[in-house]
């Protein structure tokens, strides 16, 4: 097999369990080391260090599948890796048929995310390694888990960096235009060809579940709401009324259809409108709420835009802390990795310090437990969720 045989002392960061190896990394390559195909990674005194998909057209050149000697990179591997994926969720979500079964390097498995609806399945693949791989993966799947139809959303930005084009369909059986499926006794329509990423936000799961015990009579404002997930855990805890707002049609359509399958239309209102212009707006009015619940897009996706993100975050939070009742919660999120949870917090003191409002942080979380996060890749980190209360 094929070696990239890295720089002396560029080998640290693996050592300490990262699964990537940059181009800057590495000091030669063997013959006949092709792209998308596997490779041995080597030490400087070509030492192995482990094998894994290598694409030199990449800025991250290889990304690490294993690190023993022994193990081959073959259906046995994809089985095994998928067998303690889905243990671990048996453990952390027993019984659970709707959530994320696995997720890249979180499960080991760079560049492969795999989200179970009930009886099908929504895959994603955002590297040329496991593109390669597609039949051998799909074929695991669909043996394992005999899903009755697996969809693919491989519509990532990352992909044309990886060489590659947007690929999206059915790839295998049979998959319906909406999903139906229950999250906490509540009832989703999933339409896994218009939804944003791989259908539902699952990564949030848990930290809809803190409106709940503070939702009773209060009103509720959710911003950037898409399908409707925050606003209907507050419904669902008694909430008096909510009014959710978010810039895809398609979420606020879909929002609407959602709130009238459980019985809450007459006390949701849903808007296609830009968030930030309706907040402004909003407390322009001087309107008040007891809840607001903020869970925006990630502002970057990238170190370069960072202090813009920053501002973007400061603004929303401003308002929102602004719009706040007294004695109310601000439920406040951030997915953007390269906006580290030290970050999102000076954020927060910033936009309270300019509100001018008495606040305590009443718990700082991160994503659910299906999304796992690997100690040794900070990038699987990425979910900030705060809980503020105003006095």
């Known amino acids: 097999m094929a070696a990239v045989v890295l720089g002396k002392g560029r080998d640290r960061r693996i ?12 000091a030669s390559v ?10 041995e990674v080597r030490d ?11 694409n030199p057209a990449s800025t991250i050149a290889v990304r690490l599948l294993t690190r023993h000697a022994d193990e081959r990179i073959d259906r046995g591997f994809f089985e095994r890796r998928l067998e303690e994926a889905l243990a671990y969720r048996a453990r952390v979500f027993p019984g659970e048929t709707t959530l994320r079964l696995v997720y890249s390097e979180g499960d080991y498995l760079p560049g492969l995310v795999v989200d179970r609806y009930g009886s099908h399945l929504c895959v994603q693949i955002g590297t040329l390694g496991m593109d390669r791989l597609r039949p051998l993966i799909l074929s695991v799947l669909q043996e394992r888990l005999q899903p009755l139809g697996i969809y693919e959303r491989s519509d990532l930005s990352s992909r044309a960096h990886e060489g590659l084009p947007v690929a999206e369909g059915v790839v295998m059986g049979n998959v319906p235009d909406e999903i139906g499926v229950t999250l906490d006794g509540l009832e989703f329509r999933v339409r896994l060809a218009q939804a944003q990423k791989t259908g539902l936000f699952l990564d949030q799961r848990l930290n809809r579940r803190e409106i709940l015990p503070i939702s009773s009579g209060k009103r509720v404002l959710d911003a950037f709401c898409n399908t409707g997930g925050f606003g209907f855990y507050a419904l669902k805890g008694g909430a008096a009324s909510v009014l959710g707002v978010d810039l895809s049609e398609a979420s606020v359509r879909q929002a609407r259809v959602q709130a009238d399958l ?8 849903f808007r296609e409108e830009n968030a930030f212009d309706l907040l402004h707006a909003l407390d322009r009015r001087g309107e008040k709420f007891d809840l607001v619940v903020l869970d ?6 990238s170190a370069r835009t960072v202090a813009q993100a920053w501002r973007g975050y400061k603004e929303i939070n401003l ?11 601000l439920l406040t999120s951030s997915c953007s990795f390269h906006l580290s949870a030290e970050d999102f917090l000076a954020i927060l003191r910033e936009a309270v310090v300019d509100s001018q ?3 305590r942080l009443v718990e700082l979380r991160g994503q659910s437990p299906d999304h796992p996060i690997n100690p040794g890749v900070p990038e699987t980190r990425y979910l900030k969720f705060a809980r503020l209360n105003g006095s």
């Open 319 to 329: 308002r929102a802390l602004r719009l706040l009742s007294p004695g109310g919660f």
């Open 30 to 39: 063997d013959e006949g080391a092709a792209p998308g195909e596997i490779v």
């Open 296 to 301: 925006p897009p990630a502002f970057t996706k």
């Open 357 to 359: 409002r008495g606040v």
């Open 44 to 54: 400087f005194r070509r030492r192995l260090l482990g094998r894994g998909t290598y």
């Open 262 to 269: 459980n019985g809450f239309a007459g006390q949701a209102e």
């Open 15 to 26: 050592k300490a369990g990262h699964l990537w190896i940059y181009a800057s990394d590495i």
